[in-house]
């Protein structure tokens, strides 16, 4: 199968979206699928090159963090994408497009439809679905909302991670949503390092990732343990006020690589991952697969992840926390008997099984598709202003 993937941030830059939709593609790939991307530009990175056996193109846009974005640097995203979409349609054209993210990659797909009329699969993540990061989103989703709501419904096939965010989408329109969770596969080798009294935690430091509760909940806790934060963002600066004033014994490690993650990963006797607010993190997988007695909050997507083994707290709550906290620390066999469900639930997660349930989606979506090979003009009056500015 022809697949034309299209993703605002691709590996190396981006967040858990950005590595989710990778991880499928090169899976994809390996399954004898063709996979083209279409993600942006950053300095230090090839406009074109083969990753894994997938094709990677990056177009030019503003950029000025890897790990995060505003959404003024998403409004450049989009006309170029579209360029260079239509320039590689023109070439080869795919069976179907796969956009992740309604916003923006959706608009770029939407109007490739309206065009070519190649249907398109669209994968939400959670920000691009309005009413899930309102703090950061919700004017963009006032302001695009009449054209949101044309993405998702010509879109040939919605899919989610989670029952949370297929909730979330149909409050705002009615449409049916397919629950495919994200995958997980880890390294070829599963390290030796020892575990140690570590407890970690890894997020982009957004406050909906909840860090400020973890901060407060060690305070004063045992100093026979380390307490590590690894993860960089715009909330970094205030955190470390939060911890300065409280005496917390927490150390930033900031943004770290894939390998030295695993190996703290692997390291750590306790994950904590105290998000007030989630999709379907893959660092709860992550540490699940490393053998971490897993600590998270109620929050929909974490449970999801998680079933029943972790420790589920309320959210935004440092008290409950602190207390389950305690309880692992003292409490070794908890700790062993939560390490070993968390490593055979991540066996059910592998890329290989869920690849084939994107497979089949687009497989139905192919043999269903309506005016194909019929390119259809859009007038220019007719695009978005943001594609027109850009």
């Given amino acids: ?3 034309l993937c299209i993703i605002y941030e691709y590996p190396p830059i981006g967040g858990g979206g950005s590595v989710v939709a990778a991880a499928l593609n090169e899976q994809l790939a390996l399954d004898g699928h063709s996979v083209r991307v279409i993600t942006s530009m950053m300095k230090g990175l090839a406009p074109d090159e083969e990753v894994a056996g997938v094709d990677v ?3 030019a846009c503003f950029r000025t963090h890897r790990h995060y974005t505003t959404t003024a640097e998403l409004l450049t995203t989009l006309l170029p994408a579209y360029k260079r979409a239509v320039q590689m349609i023109e070439q080869k054209r795919p069976d179907v497009i796969h956009a992740h993210f309604a916003v923006p990659s959706g608009v770029v797909a939407y109007f490739l439809w309206r065009r070519y009329r190649i249907p398109y699969v669209l994968t939400t993540h959670g920000s691009d679905i309005p009413g899930y990061n309102p703090d950061r989103f919700e ?6 909302r009449p ?3 044309r993405i998702v419904k010509h879109a040939a096939a919605i899919t989610s991670p989670s029952k949370y965010l297929a909730n979330l989408l149909q409050h705002s329109a009615p449409l049916p949503v397919s629950i495919v969770p994200n995958g997980y ?8 390092q020892a575990k140690r009294n570590l407890v970690l935690v890894v997020a982009r430091l957004f406050p909906r990732k909840g860090v400020q509760h973890f901060i407060e909940a060690v305070s004063g806790l045992s100093t026979d343990w380390e307490y590590v934060i690894a993860g960089d963002g715009p909330f970094m600066a205030q955190l470390k006020a939060r911890a300065e004033a409280l005496k917390s014994p ?6 770290v690589d894939k390998t030295t993650l695993r190996e703290m990963y692997l390291q750590a006797r306790i994950f904590v991952f105290p998000s007030i607010q989630e999709n379907f993190p ?3 997988l992550e540490a699940m697969d490393a053998g971490c007695a897993v600590i998270t909050t109620d929050a929909e997507g974490c449970a999801e992840v998680v079933g029943d083994t972790g420790i589920i707290t309320p959210r935004a709550n440092s008290l409950e926390l602190r207390r389950a906290l305690a309880k692992l620390m003292n409490d070794e066999k908890a700790r062993e008997q939560l390490s070993s469900s968390a490593l055979a639930r991540a066996q059910k997660f592998r890329w290989s099984r869920i690849a084939g349930q994107y497979v089949s989606i687009f497989d139905s979506v192919v043999q269903g598709r309506d ?5 259809v003009d859009v007038p220019a009056d007719e695009l978005p202003t943001a594609l027109k500015l850009v």
């Fill in 57 to 59: 193109h990056r177009s």
């Fill in 185 to 192: 596969e880890p390294p070829t080798t599963r390290g030796s």
């Fill in 139 to 144: 004017f963009m989703h006032r302001l695009i």
């Fill in 147 to 149: 054209l949101w709501k």
């Fill in 371 to 375: 005016g194909a090979g019929k390119p």
């Fill in 1 to 3: 199968m022809q697949i």
């Fill in 250 to 255: 927490v150390k930033f490690a900031g943004f």
């Fill in 282 to 284: 893959m660092v709860l």
